[in-house]
C-alpha cells in the first residue's frame, strides 16, 4: 500500500506563534519554538517531522501565510 | 524519504499565493482577518481577475488591506464603503468590486449604505468580518456584540435593556430583494475555510453574472479584543457566536 508523507516549511520571519496550526494539525506534528523570531514571537515548527501527511490543514487556517506543504508518496 | 528530500516544488501541496504580498500583516496573531485576506487572494488569482478586480477597504482593522492583496484598492470614509463601490462599479461596469467591512464599519455607522446598496441591488461582494467588537479601536461594544459578552464599555456584559439587542443584520440584508446571496460562513478549521472560499468565489461569479449584492459574512475572532488566546477564541466563538449567527446560506437565487 503506498504511504504517503509529507514536510511543511514554516516562514519562520512572518510567523507570528498564533499556535493555529498546532491546533489544526490532525498528526501532531507542529509546535512552537522555543527560539524566538525577529519580532519575539515563537515560531511553529515540525517537532515531529516523520508524522507529517502533507494534508495542509495547517497552512489552510494560517493567518499569516507562511506555511508551505510538500507530499509524497511512498511505494513499499 | 528524509525531509529535505520531501521538500522539491515538484511535491508542492500548497503555497502561499503570489497576489498575497511579502509585506507581512499588522494583524494581531490568530487574527480571522489574515485568513480571509488569503481566501480572497487565492480566489482572485485562481479566477484569473487580478486586472479586473477593484476592491474597497473600509475603516476598521483591514484599512490597510491594500498592503496585502496586489489589486486596485479603494479606501473609503468609515462605514461608507458599500456606496464607494456603487460608483465604482458604475462607472466601471465590467470590474469586479467588492467591500471588505468589519460589523462597526458594515452594521453601525454604514448601516444606511449598506442598506441601499443591497436594496439597489448593486452588482458587487460585500465581505463582512463579524466578530461582534471594535477591534481596531479597543474592544468597544458593537452592534453585533452579544447579549452578556464582555467588551471594554459594557465590562459588565452587554445588557439588552440598556444597550439594545445584537443586530443580525445579515439576515437583514437576506430579507431585501437586491441581494442575490447572504451566506454566513467562519474560517475557524479546515472545513470552514473551504467553504468560505467557495462562497467568495460565488460572490464574484454572481457580480459577473450581474444578480445582483452578494453579502458574504464570516463570523470571526477578535483574540485581541475578547482577551483570550486564539485557539480559546475559537472555542469560544463556536460555543457562543455561533448559536446567535448560525452559519449556512441565507439567501441563494
Known sequence: MAKIKGAVVVDTERCKGCDLCVVACPSDVLALSKELNAKGYNFSYMENPDACIGCAACAYVCPDACITVYKVKLQD | MTTNEIINPANLVHKKTDLLTDVPMHYCPGCSHGVVHKLLAEVIDE????????????????????????????????????????????????????????????????????IHACNRGENIMIIFINNGIYGMTGGQMAPTTLEGMKTSTSPYGRNVELNGYPLNITKLLAELEGTCY????????????????????????????????????????????????????????????????PLGDLKNV
Open chain 2, 182 to 245: 447572504v451566506t454566513r460562513q467562519s474560517v475557524h478549521n479546515v472545513a470552514g475555510v473551504r467553504r468560505a472560499k467557495k462562497a467568495i468565489q460565488k460572490g464574484f461569479e454572481n457580480s459577473e453574472l450581474k444578480k445582483g449584492t452578494s453579502v458574504i459574512e464570516i463570523v470571526s475572532t477578535c483574540n485581541s479584543g475578547w482577551k483570550l488566546s486564539p485557539a480559546a477564541s475559537n472555542d469560544w466563538m463556536v460555543k457562543n457566536m455561533f448559536p446567535a449567527y
Open chain 2, 47 to 114: 479566477m484569473g481577475i487580478q486586472e479586473e478586480t477593484i476592491g474597497v477597504a473600509p475603516v476598521g482593522c483591514a484599512v490597510f488591506a491594500y498592503n496585502y492583496i496586489d489589486i486596485d484598492w479603494q479606501q473609503a470614509a468609515h462605514g461608507r464603503a458599500p456606496a464607494v463601490a456603487t460608483g465604482i462599479k458604475r462607472l466601471l461596469p465590467e470590474r469586479y468590486v467588492f467591500t471588505y467591512q468589519g460589523d462597526g464599519d458594515l452594521a453601525a455607522i454604514g448601516t444606511a449604505e449598506t
